[in-house]
């Protein structure tokens, strides 16, 4: 016998309002960015991300279920569903997982009748995963009376293939001209093919550095030396930030070089002192609950 699916956003459950018939999802959805390096064959890949995912949701509202006509059905699912902040999508046929949604809007309905209609609810999930619902406790005895420091605790990942190259920007949250940081970096390099200039002696390496948004290319990071594939880890550098010269508060992940795939974790902290990594939005082991 087929379950019948329930759908719940946020804290409300929509079975009373309509009865699911189909839910439509990608069954694999990435956003790919290739280049093209000189005049060699193909393209190169610069990088590849989750991109957002939408869910539609096929029903019918029955007026049996809510004692309320189609119309009025319709505006309570409005109401409900209306907000400009994501809420926990979860579908019963996905017990482990919830999506981290908001509502796009509903396609046009057949409101010939009061009591039955079908009716689609598109819902967009913006970081194109699905999450876990299992929790895990940690102990945060290492972090208690520590303050939170964190300017960036940010991931991305990239291919390097070019001698010298700013490969990723990310922005910092506030201006930290003349203030004390420390910055730490945490790499997985993957598909090491070693050096785009064998005759060069330099690298290959990966350091952080905001010249592009301050005129002074100094590095923020100590230097990452790469000899193949795996994970790597700075040691915490302590800078005086320089001032910014424009509009833009960016640093960068500098590659030197380097053929490889990268995926790397950056914390820029205010102070003298580098948190530990584990467990914080910076360590890969935060991850470990996604499923992509």
């Known amino acids: 016998m087929k379950k019948v699916i ?13 009865i699911v018939s189909n839910i439509t999802m990608p069954f694999l959805y990435k956003d790919n960015k290739y280049d093209q ?19 539609t949701i096929e029903g019918t509202i029955l007026s049996e279920n809510s004692d309320l006509t189609v119309a009025e059905t319709r505006d309570q699912l409005i109401s409900l569903l209306s907000g ?11 017990p482990d997982r919830y999506f981290d949604a908001i509502f796009e809007g509903t396609q046009e309905y057949d409101g010939t009748f009061d009591y039955i209609a079908k009716v689609d609810l598109v819902f967009m999930v913006p970081d194109g995963i699905a999450h876990s619902v299992a929790t895990q406790t940690f102990d945060n005895t290492p972090y208690k009376d520590v303050p939170v420091n964190f300017v960036i605790a940010s991931h991305a990942t990239a291919s390097a293939t070019k001698l010298d190259w700013d490969i990723i920007f990310m922005d910092l949250s506030e201006d930290l001209s003349g203030k004390i940081i420390t910055t730490s970096v945490k790499v997985i390099v993957t598909n090491y093919q070693g050096k785009v200039d ?3 002696s330099t690298g290959p ?5 905001d010249g592009w948004s301050t005129g002074v290319f100094n590095n923020l990071s100590n230097d990452i030396n ?9 040691v915490p550098n302590t800078v005086t930030k320089s001032p910014l010269t424009g509009k833009n508060n960016q640093i960068s992940v500098h ?8 995926e790397v974790w950056i914390k820029v902290e205010i102070g003298t002192t580098a948190s530990p990594w584990s467990p914080n939005p910076a360590d890969p082991e935060y991850y470990t609950n996604t499923i992509t």
């Open 6 to 18: 329930t759908v719940t956003f946020g804290d409300v459950d929509l079975s009373p309002y309509f």
């Open 37 to 55: 390096v000189g005049l060699s064959d193909g393209e190169q890949l610069t990088y590849s991300r989750n991109a957002k995912t939408p869910i």
């Open 84 to 94: 400009n902040v994501t809420k926990q999508l979860k579908l019963s046929n996905y």
């Open 198 to 200: 064998p005759n060069n």
């Open 205 to 209: 390496s990966i350091n952080i550095r």
């Open 226 to 234: 790469v000899t193949g594939n795996g994970v790597y880890t700075s």
């Open 255 to 262: 590659t030197y070089n380097l053929n490889a795939t990268i």
